[in-house]
Every structure is written in structure tokens, then in C-alpha cells.
């Protein structure tokens, strides 16, 4: 599976990107799909996760303010991003499940879309 991720750019604090990450196989199979960050300097952390039953996790950080969602007819995974925070400046990944591997370590990674927000 290749991912293709995009909508990342700058933005001002308090403002809004939506990512997009693009499969280029059928998805609705896969169960974990994921959404992650690397800060300069930062080790890589999950940022949202969405099984294949729609069920959704978010890091504490940004609970409230991004919400993860998937189109399995489109193969399609997003990252709605509110309120977005200086904090919130990283390459953000996406991520699938690969069979037989575990994830997300052993999933398939996207090329990563930065996102930069100003203060």
C-alpha cells in the first residue's frame, strides 16, 4: 500500500487544515489507520487512530481540537485540525495497518506533509 498525504502548510494559531491521506488499495479491510507527528528534535507520536469499526483515539493534546475520520469507498484517511497551536508545528505521517505486522511499527507510512503554525 502506497499513502499519499497531503493538506499540510502554515497556518496562524487558532486556525484550521484538514490532511488528507490517500491508499492506493482498498482500505476498508485494514483495521488501525493512524495519524502521526515528529517535532524537530521530538520523537514520532500518535496523534488520532481510527479502527476499521470507526472506533477513535486521540493523543490528550489534541483531544477536542482534531478529529480523525476515513472514507473507505474513496480510501481515504483525514485529520481535521481546529484551533491548531504553535505546538501543533510537525511532519505529520499517516499510517496503516499492515497485515500480519504489527502496527503501528509495522504499518505503512506515508512520505509525511509539514505543518507549520505561527504564533
Known amino acids: 500500500v502506497q499513502l499519499q498525504a497531503s493538506g499540510g502548510g502554515l497556518v496562524q494559531a487558532g486556525g484550521s487544515l484538514r490532511l488528507s491521506c490517500a491508499a492506493s488499495r482498498i482500505i476498508f479491510s485494514i483495521n488501525n489507520m493512524g495519524w502521526f507527528r515528529q517535532a524537530p528534535g521530538k520523537q514520532r507520536e500518535l496523534v488520532a487512530s481510527?479502527?476499521?469499526?470507526?472506533?477513535?483515539n486521540y493523543a490528550d493534546s489534541v483531544k477536542g481540537r482534531f478529529t480523525i475520520s476515513r472514507d473507505n469507498t474513496k480510501n481515504m484517511v483525514y485529520l481535521q485540525m481546529n484551533s491548531l497551536q504553535p505546538e501543533d508545528t510537525a511532519v505529520y505521517y499517516c499510517?496503516?495497518?499492515?497485515?500480519?505486522?504489527?502496527?503501528?511499527?509495522?504499518?505503512?507510512w506515508g512520505q509525511g506533509t509539514q505543518v507549520t503554525v505561527s504564533s
Open positions: 499510517n496503516v495497518e499492515r497485515s500480519g505486522r504489527s502496527w503501528p511499527n509495522g504499518g505503512y
Open positions: 481510527i479502527t476499521s469499526f470507526g472506533v477513535t
